[in-house]
């Protein structure tokens, strides 16, 4: 198997990264605007060989990877639809499907293309962020064409079942629709409320002294990439006008209830967002993986890490993952560690709180 990837960032990365592991006899190249990030893929083993260019060094490949901004995606495809095979299989892993679907019916590329968006992502960009992991147990929505041959989606299906993603097959205006409301308008509202504070922020900067907590969670995602989100919003801004125009009204009900002090509707609100937030899918629902996970309270002092560490290790106990976790839902310093199973969890939890650890389970 051959696999092209053009552009190799955050994403990009890590589905190379994936593909090396789980498929090691593929034929990987690459190649990208900032050349130390390839170069650095082919130090790290990812990467077999550098194009200087788009040409026909891409015209064999299995699967053909867009990983660029989605506008630059779009733009792409016109200088690959000469070199291409007719079994060549272009994919992309944009956050918006719509506009570069419409591109490939515009160039005739419809038998050659499924859209891809892997449902995982970092505010931190760049190859040098990439890992293997990053995919896994994410849903990988895949969005074929009307025209790319059935068996071809099945066999892409298996191969992002093989990356220990999660595919889910949509069409790419759905598509568009859904991540508007629960990936494109969570950033806007992040960015616009980090932007709130610092318009309203007290001279002394009172506001983001203390800010921590609820409004470090929630607001984490507003140190992504701006360009990359300036692109996203501009591709898919119909949607996320309309279900922003929604958010708007929901908020305006909310400043009426407030000013009239309906206190049951207040109630109602936090009643009926905590419900639907802890009917959320979690680990062990439906096809994602369970994960058998605590979280610590850590004081920040030299060889914390290594202490607790040492006190697993030496009750037999192996770790899958530990880390400190980005988005806080405790207070500062938690350590998230995963097991390889719940008996493990479970006696793990046990002995930290012997010596007395403030263990969270979840």
Not at 62 to 75: E, I, Q, R, S, W
Not at 169 to 191: F, K, Q
Not at 295 to 318: F, H, K, P
């Amino acid at each position: 198997m051959k696999i092209g990837f053009i552009g190799l960032g955050l994403i990009g990365g890590s589905i190379a990264r994936a593909v090396r592991h789980f498929y090691p006899d593929a034929e990987i190249l690459a190649c990208s605007r900032t050349r130390a990030s390839v170069e650095q893929a082919v130090r790290d083993g990812v990467v077999d060989r550098i194009p200087d260019r788009i040409d026909e060094n891409f015209s064999d490949c299995d699967y053909l990877f867009l990983c660029a901004p989605v506008a630059d995606n779009a733009a792409y495809l016109k200088e690959l639809k000469p070199l291409i095979n007719s079994s060549c299989i272009v994919t992309d892993v944009g956050s918006t499907k719509s506009d570069i679907h419409a591109r490939v019916e515009e160039l005739g590329m419809e038998a050659n293309f499924i859209g891809g968006h892997p449902m995982a992502g970092s505010e931190k960009t760049g190859y040098a962020n990439s890992k293997r992991i990053l995919i896994e147990n994410a849903y990988y929505v895949i969005t074929p064409t009307a025209q790319v041959p059935k068996d071809a989606v099945e066999r892409y299906r298996d191969f992002v079942a093989g990356l220990k993603a999660l595919p889910l097959i949509l069409d790419c205006r759905t598509h568009d629709y859904v991540t508007a409301g629960v990936s494109h308008l969570p950033h806007i509202i992040a960015s616009s409320l980090v932007n709130l504070v610092k318009d309203s922020d007290t001279e002394d900067g009172i506001m983001k002294l203390i800010a921590a907590g609820g409004f470090k969670d929630i607001t984490r995602i507003a140190s992504s990439s701006p360009e990359m989100w300036e692109q996203i919003c501009m591709t898919n801004r119909e949607n996320i006008a309309s279900i922003l125009n929604d958010y708007i009204r929901s908020l305006t009900r909310i400043r009426s209830q407030l000013e009239q002090g309906e206190s049951g509707a207040v109630h109602d609100l936090f009643e009926t967002s905590r419900d639907y937030r802890n009917s959320l899918p979690s680990r062990g629902s439906g096809p994602i993986q369970p994960a058998y996970e605590i979280y610590c309270d850590m004081v920040d002092e030299v060889g914390g890490i290594a202490t607790l560490a040492t006190i697993l290790a030496s009750n037999q106990i192996s770790l899958k993952n530990i880390g400190i976790v980005h988005s806080r839902e405790f207070i500062e310093a938690v350590l998230r560690i995963e097991f390889y199973d719940e008996p493990a969890m479970k006696q793990a939890a046990d002995i930290l709180r012997k010596y007395r650890y403030v263990i969270y389970e979840r």
